[in-house]
């Protein structure tokens, strides 16, 4: 959910807080925008999450919706890298406040880059009842500037 104020990096955020959280799971998607003639594309955005060492399975995914060869009404594509890391997950293995992070995502098998959806995809591993939390806040695409309407 939207929150107008509460967030640890500015005034407003997306996220999540709550426990029992019965495996919750939540996504936020971009609109379609516009990736012609990129090869890649850069996320951006700052992430404060919860931490508990009982639950090493909480984590955040990156992937994006677009049509391939192999599948032209389209497909997800795992996000390449995560902060350097070969990786398309970022676990909430430390409590994070604010920390700046960084996806990459390989636009080399997308045949039509017209219309792409991209994804941050987070979840509880979980049906505990210790406080599960994350906030995602300054979200930033500038790689891919024309949105579809």
Do not use: H
């Amino acid at each position: 959910s939207y929150n107008a104020s509460g967030s640890n990096c500015s005034d407003g955020y997306v996220g999540f807080s709550g426990s029992n959280n019965n495996f919750f799971g939540s996504f936020l998607r971009s609109p379609q925008l516009n990736c012609t003639g990129l090869n890649e594309v850069t996320m951006t955005f700052d992430l404060s999450n919860s931490y508990n060492a009982t639950q090493p399975n909480d984590r955040i995914y990156f992937n994006m919706w677009a049509p391939t060869a192999a599948a032209p009404s389209g497909a997800y594509i795992n996000a390449t890298m995560v902060d350097g890391v070969a990786t398309n997950t970022m676990n909430f293995s430390e409590v994070r406040n604010c920390k700046r992070v960084t996806v990459t995502f390989n636009l080399s098998s997308v045949t039509n880059k017209s219309a792409i959806l991209f994804f941050l995809n987070v979840n509880c591993g979980y049906n505990s009842a210790p406080v599960f939390y994350f906030k995602l806040d300054k979200i930033n695409m500038a790689e891919a500037l024309k949105s579809v309407e």
